[in-house]
């Protein structure tokens, strides 16, 4: 059941199920793998209604990822909110589905739903970006003809 | 400017018309975004008309894509450090 806004992605991991669950929960662990290039910061609150926040800090960007605890059933299934610069108006939700498949691996289920349709990525995706790239590339043309 | 350009695209004149600065500087301007390809510039009769270019992600891959892909990213890496964690 997955809407048209959702990705879905199986993977199966070598380590036991519950290691799996603490590698999606621990903040230390989270900071090993959560981030596409740099560092992360990480702060967990692992409850229902508990906070998450993930800041991923790399090539001179900073994104900020914040989110709330849906769901949590250890060390099966974890649901949460997932909020950042790029998602659209309302919260996108991430669903991540554990199930021991013998031999000490993990099988994993991940749904990102509510991700944002294609006229939100225009205004908040690429485009903010460029708007910033765009910003100081008209600073110096401007500050080249004031100096000419 | 680029807001300007947003709803419809515009004209030079029209840009120009709009912001506090000559028309060579308006020109400079548009060059840099042209370059950038941000912006593109459609020559009818008389009058250049400048639109947005849809961004270049966009044409590659769609957000979903764009998404999808950040998570394999991740997986690929989790995958790696729970193999890496197994062998010591």
Redesign the interface.
Known sequence: MIDPQAIEIHRRLPAPIGEVFRWWTDPDLLKEWMTPVGTVEADVDLRVGGRLRIVMKGEGRVIEHTGEYLEIDPPRRLVFTWVSPYTGSVPSVITVELRAAGDGLTDLRLVHAQLPDEAARWHRGGWDAMLDRLGSRLHETEGLQHAG | ??EQLRPRGATVTELAAAHPISLA?VS??IR??ED?Q?VRRTIVGREHRLTLEP????AAA???D???Q??????D???A???A??RR
């Not at chain 2, 961004?55 to 966009?58: A, D, F, I, V, Y």
């Not at chain 2, 950040?70 to 997986?75: A, G, S």
């Open positions: 400017m680029l500087a400079k301007h840099v975004l950038a941000l961004t270049p992600l966009g769609g957000w979903l764009t998404y999808r950040f998570w394999e990213e991740r997986l890496l989790l995958e450090r729970l193999r964690r197994k």
